[in-house]
């Protein structure tokens, strides 16, 4: 063998090693997820840039008709919710948001709109904000070589698009591009539930509420359904059983805070006026989302907390004492709360004109228990109150009066 057959072997052979690398780059590649710009720990994904470059992950697997469908659910928006869920090719560049380069498609929570290959999105649904849950599929009546992407906001589907493009090359992806935003995901999500189970989904929280007054309950979603016009025209849902030691506390989430954010979350007596807010009548605590006042039986709101707006939680408890035992008889007629509060400054206007409409007696029966009621709000406490208790307790309540207002309720979020 002369000189240069060495020669020529020792290319041919160092060709093939690296050729053999590439391929088993390839294959890795196949099988692991990619992220630029994020943190992955466990389910959780965070933004972790500098909000001038966009940060994105790729799963590691393709969607294909055995496992069609996953979900996203916004932990927390950050600075501007930039957060975008859809599908893209294997080797999407990651400094590009899913949805903005040829043979991707995605579903952009800031702005509510479908980016399908092209930088300019086009009005698809609502904006996105922190609990929302965004989930993107496929469709199995798919044809060949085109195929049918939908996508969902909490549970209800939003819109569909067809594209070019067979199951198995298109991978789960999402893009964030400002600080704080944080998702969790869900790869194995599934899509598709049977008429009858969700039927008795919905069914099994009716029994919840023993008075829903113009407020439609759709599982825990409770939807204002009143005219919202003036001050009567109140929604009211009263929970069938009253906090205790094992059930000390509830949250509502605002979902929409539709024309005015006229929602208001606390306790009252179990025979409140239906058509008062809560917190404006005796025997009755509620803070207002819409203004970030405590009223205190009375129409009269002291300064409390912030505001709330869609997306936020908002959660009322008791503090028993530790030798507490409710005893009160469930058909007592007569109910107050200790020392209804001064007035501030700045009167409630809705209820300005109203305050003589319902007098009530000095001198009510109370029980003789103290309890301490506090308010949160996105899980930190805003503030507190000591008030009595009712005879028969206090029930939780939820007041609401402009159009589109939705909310949606726990009222067993944590126990002990």
């Known amino acids: 063998v002369s000189n240069m057959d060495d020669i020529n072997l020792h290319y041919r052979f160092r060709n093939w090693r690296r050729r053999i690398r590439e391929i088993r780059e390839v ?21 972790h840039g500098n909000s001038d470059e966009v940060g994105c992950f790729v799963a590691s697997r393709p969607l294909s008709k055995r496992n069609r469908y996953f979900e996203v ?53 609502s904006k996105c904000c922190r609990g929302d849950r965004i989930g993107c599929g496929i469709s199995l009546d798919s044809e060949d070589g085109q195929l049918t992407v939908f996508f969902t906001k909490n549970g209800s589907e939003v819109g569909s698009v067809d594209i070019a493009a067979s199951p198995d090359t298109l991978y789960p992806a999402v893009g964030m591009h400002s600080l704080g935003e944080e998702v969790l995901l869900d790869l194995n999500a599934e899509w598709g539930m049977e008429e009858d189970d ?32 003036s001050i009567v025209d109140v929604g009211l849902a009263q929970a069938r059983r009253p ?16 024309e005015k954010c006229y929602i208001a979350l606390g306790l009252a007596r179990r025979d409140y006026p239906k058509d008062r ?17 405590l009223f ?19 959660g009322c408890g008791i503090l028993f004492p530790r030798d507490f035992n409710l005893d009160g008889g469930d058909d007592a007629d007569d109910w107050d709360v200790d020392m209804v509060p001064k007035p501030s400054a700045v009167q409630n206007d809705l209820y300005a004109n109203n305050e003589d409409e319902e007098e009530e007696e000095e001198g009510e029966e109370v029980d003789g228990s103290k309890v301490m009621v506090f308010f949160t709000r ?20 939820i007041g609401m009066m402009s159009t589109g207002e939705k909310v949606r309720v726990d009222l067993h ?4």
């Open 73 to 125: 659910t916004i932990v927390d928006t950050g600075v501007r919710g930039m957060i975008a869920v859809g599908l893209v090719p294997q080797l999407y560049k990651l400094d590009h948001q899913p949805g903005w380069l040829p043979d991707s498609v995605a579903f952009h929570a800031d702005d509510g709109k479908l980016y399908n290959g092209n930088t300019v999105g086009q009005q698809f649904g």
């Open 27 to 47: 294959r890795a590649v196949r099988y692991r997820e990619r992220l630029k710009r994020m943190l992955r720990d466990g389910d959780i994904l965070r933004y």
């Open 198 to 229: 969700g039927q008795m989904i919905v069914d099994s929280h009716e029994e919840d509420w023993a008075r829903l007054h113009d407020v439609k309950v759709t599982g825990t979603l409770l939807e204002y359904v009143g005219k919202g016009k």
């Open 277 to 293: 807010h809560p917190g404006w009548s005796r025997g009755s605590i509620a803070y207002h989302a819409d203004d970030g006042k």
């Open 413 to 416: 979020p944590l126990s002990g």
């Open 296 to 314: 205190h039986g009375s129409g009269v709101g002291d300064p409390f907390g912030p505001r709330c707006f869609e997306g936020d939680v908002m």
């Open 243 to 258: 906090l205790n030691t094992r059930f000390h506390y509830y949250e509502l989430e605002i979902t929409d805070a539709g």
């Open 378 to 397: 996105n899980g930190k406490v805003v503030g507190r109150r000591e008030v009595a208790l009712p005879v028969g307790g206090f029930y939780p309540t």
